[in-house]
RNA sequence: GGCGCCGUGGCCAAGUGGUAAGGCAGAGGUUUGCAAAACCUCCAUUCACCAGUUCGAAUCUGGUCGGCGCCUCCA
C-alpha cells in the first residue's frame, strides 16, 4: 500500500483510489517554449516512479500529462525567433518527448494540447460566470475568488494575508479591470492580428490555470485521485484549478496532491536570470541520461536536489561531480549486471544454498521503500545492497570450481526486473551501455581506441614474453591518460576512469 | 507581514519515539606477475544550540542561531 505525503492535508497518506485497482493520474507537464530543463527532467522521473510503482504494485494507471502549447511565453519566444507560436511549440514538443524517452521516462497514456481543447476552456469559463464565480471585463474574464469558500486551502494562505504584488510582478494594465487584486483571468482578450481564438468575450486567449482544469476534467473525469506538479505549482497554479473546478462541477477536484522540490545549481535556484540554468540536452553531451535520472533519485522527492557545478573556462569545461558519481552507479549497475548474464551455464546447479536475504528480498525492500512516500534513496540504498550480493555470487562463480544455485541466479535475474519496473533503472543492454559511456569518455580525455587496442596488442605480446617491465610501462602510459586496463580469463579490456 | 521547509560523519544523504541505512572519499585485507574490477573489514557513543516532555528523543514541545522556498513568469 502506498502512503504519500498530500499537500492539501500536510500528511503522509494512503493513496485511495475511487476504483479499485485504478488511479486517475494528472501531471502539469511543460510549457512548450524552450528546452526541457533540469528541473523538468526531474519532476518528470518523480511521476515516472510514482506511475511505474503503482503499476508494479499490480495497479492499473491512466497517467494524463498536458502540453501547454499555448502560452504568452511561446508567443514572445515565437516572435524573437521570426517563427510562429505553433511551430516552436511544435519543435519544443518533439524535443520534449525525445528527452523524456532518454531518461527512459515512460509515455504518459494521454498527453493533451491546450490548442485542441479551446472549446472545453469556453464552455468553463461560460459555466463559471453562469455560476456567478466569474466576470467579463472589457474582453477579459476573470475568476472572483472572493466568490469562493475556502480559496486558498490547498496552500494553507487567508486572502488578507497575501501581500498584493509581493513579487513584484502586478500587472496594472490588467489589475485595474480586477475587482479583487487576487482574481485571476480565465480569458484574456487580445488583438485580432495576434495569435487567439474566437470567444464569447470577443478574440484572445485561455489564462494560465484554466487549461489544466479543463484537460484533467475531460479526460479523467471531475475527481482525480492524484494530482501532482512542482512545488511552485502549489499557488498559484493549482490553488486556482481547484477554484475553477470546484465552483464549476461541485465535486472535489483531486483527493492528493503531490509536489516535488526543485534542483538547486551550487545551492542556488537554478533560473536563466542566475545564470546557472542547464537543459537536459546539454547535460546529456557530458553524461549518460540514466546517470542523471540515478542522481535525481538521491534525494528525497520533496528536498531540494543539488547539481554541484565545477564551472569551466568554457561551457565545455564545465564539471558535475555529482552526476559523475551517479555516472558511475550506473555503470557500476550495468557492470554488474554483465557479469551476471556472463556466468556460463556450466557453472550451475541445482539445489544449493538458499540466496541471501539481501538478493532475494530486494524486490520486496524496493516495494516497502517505494510505498514510504516513494523513498527513492531508500530504494537505492536497497540497490546498493542487491548489486553487490549480485557480484558475490559472481565472485563466487568465477573461482576454479565456483558453483552457484540456480535458484539465486533466478532471484538476481528478477531483481533486475523490479529495478527496472519500479525506477526505470538498468533496462538497457549493458554492454551497450557501458561501451558508450567509456567511448564518450574517451572522446573528451582525446583517447582513440583504435590506439589503445594496438597498445593492449603490444601488452599481450611482452606478457607472454615475460617482459613485465614492458608490460607495466604500456600499462602506466595509458593510464595517465586515464585508461584503465583489466586483464581477465578472456584477455583484455580497458575503461576510462 | 503571511504560509511553509531545512540544519545528521570529510562530502552527499535516509531515518521522524526504542538506541544512526546507503553512496562518494579514506585506511587495511582477499585476489593479481603488477594492476584494475569485485568482495571483506574499519570509518558518527552521536544527529546546529539551549531548555522541557518521556522509562527512553536525531525523531515530540518551547526557545535561540543559521540556511532556504512561495505570496499571481516558474517543474
Redo the contacts with the bound molecule.
Keep these: 500500500m502506498l502512503r504519500l505525503q498530500d499537500t492539501m492535508t500536510?500528511e503522509k497518506r494512503p493513496l485511495e483510489t475511487q476504483e479499485e485497482n485504478l488511479a486517475k493520474v494528472y501531471i502539469?507537464g511543460?510549457?512548450v517554449y524552450d528546452y526541457a530543463?533540469?528541473?523538468?527532467a526531474?519532476?518528470f522521473i518523480v511521476y515516472d516512479v510514482l506511475v511505474r510503482h503503482l503499476r508494479a504494485s499490480g495497479m492499473a494507471v491512466e497517467y494524463v500529462r498536458n502540453i501547454t502549447d499555448v502560452n504568452d511565453?511561446i508567443l514572445g519566444r515565437a516572435i524573437e525567433n521570426g517563427e510562429t507560436p505553433t511551430e516552436l511549440a511544435e519543435r519544443m514538443t518533439e524535443a520534449f518527448w525525445e528527452d523524456m524517452k532518454r531518461l527512459r521516462n515512460l509515455k504518459p497514456d494521454t498527453e493533451p494540447k491546450v490548442s485542441e481543447h479551446i472549446d472545453g476552456i469556453v464552455s468553463m469559463i461560460e459555466t463559471l460566470i453562469e455560476k456567478e464565480h466569474a466576470y467579463e471585463a472589457d474582453g477579459d474574464v476573470y475568476f472572483a475568488?472572493r466568490s469562493m469558500e475556502g480559496y486558498g486551502k490547498l496552500?494553507?494562505?487567508?486572502l488578507d494575508?497575501?501581500?498584493?504584488?509581493?513579487?513584484?510582478?502586478?500587472?496594472e494594465e490588467h489589475a485595474k479591470r480586477k475587482k479583487?487584486?487576487?482574481?485571476?483571468a480565465l480569458w484574456k482578450g487580445n488583438p485580432e492580428d495576434e495569435w487567439g481564438w474566437q470567444s464569447p468575450w470577443g478574440y484572445g486567449r485561455p489564462g494560465?490555470h484554466i487549461e489544466c482544469s479543463v484537460m484533467s476534467t475531460q479526460h479523467l473525469g471531475e475527481t482525480l485521485d492524484l494530482h501532482g506538479?512542482?512545488?511552485?505549482?502549489?499557488?498559484?497554479?493549482h490553488e486556482?484549478e481547484i477554484a475553477q473546478s470546484e465552483c464549476a462541477t461541485g465535486c472535489t477536484f483531486s483527493n492528493h496532491w503531490m509536489h516535488?522540490?526543485?534542483?538547486e545549481v551550487n545551492?542556488?535556484?537554478?533560473?536563466k536570470s542566475l545564470g546557472n540554468f542547464f537543459t537536459a540536452r546539454e547535460l546529456f553531451e557530458k553524461h549518460e541520461p540514466e546517470g542523471i535520472r540515478l542522481w535525481t533519485m538521491?534525494?528525497?522527492y520533496r528536498?531540494?536536489l543539488?547539481l554541484d557545478w565545477e564551472e569551466g573556462e568554457t561551457p565545455a569545461d564545465n564539471r558535475f561531480p555529482?552526476l559523475e558519481?551517479a555516472e558511475?552507479?550506473v555503470a557500476?549497475l550495468y557492470?554488474?549486471r554483465e557479469r551476471l548474464g556472463a556466468i556460463p551455464p556450466k557453472r550451475l546447479i541445482d539445489g544449493g544454498e538458499p540466496p541471501a536475504d539481501k538478493l532475494s528480498g530486494f524486490p520486496a525492500a524496493l516495494k516497502a521503500a517505494l510505498d514510504?512516500?516513494l523513498?527513492m534513496?531508500?530504494g537505492?540504498?536497497a540497490m546498493?545492497?542487491f548489486?553487490?550480493e549480485v557480484?558475490?555470487l559472481?565472485?563466487r562463480a568465477q573461482g576454479k570450481k565456483g558453483r552457484v544455485a540456480k535458484k539465486a541466479i533466478a532471484a538476481a535475474h528478477a531483481g533486475f526486473v523490479a529495478l527496472d519496473a519500479e525506477l526505470g533503472l538498468g533496462g538497457q543492454d549493458p554492454s551497450a551501455f557501458l561501451t558508450r559511456v567509456r567511448d564518450r569518455r574517451a572522446k573528451a580525455a582525446g583517447v582513440l581506441p583504435a590506439d589503445v587496442e594496438q597498445k593492449i596488442a603490444d601488452r599481450v605480446a611482452a606478457?607472454q614474453n615475460k617482459d613485465?617491465?614492458a608490460?607495466?610501462a604500456i600499462?602506466n602510459e595509458l593510464?595517465a591518460k586515464g585508461v584503465?586496463?583489466?586483464?581477465?580469463p578472456e584477455g583484455t579490456t580497458w575503461?576510462m576512469?
Design positions: 500536510g502539469c511543460p510549457t530543463h533540469l528541473g523538468h526531474r519532476c511565453k475568488v496552500s494553507r494562505r487567508q494575508d497575501n501581500e498584493a504584488g509581493a513579487s513584484g510582478r502586478l500587472d479583487d487584486p487576487a482574481d485571476f494560465w506538479g512542482g512545488l511552485d505549482l502549489v499557488f498559484p497554479h486556482n516535488n522540490g526543485f534542483v545551492k542556488e535556484k537554478m533560473g538521491t534525494v528525497h528536498s531540494p543539488n555529482s558519481e558511475r552507479r557500476y557492470a554488474t514510504d512516500d523513498n534513496p531508500k537505492l540504498a546498493q545492497e548489486l553487490k557480484n558475490e559472481c565472485d606478457r613485465f617491465e608490460a607495466d600499462r593510464a584503465e586496463l583489466h586483464d581477465g575503461t576512469g
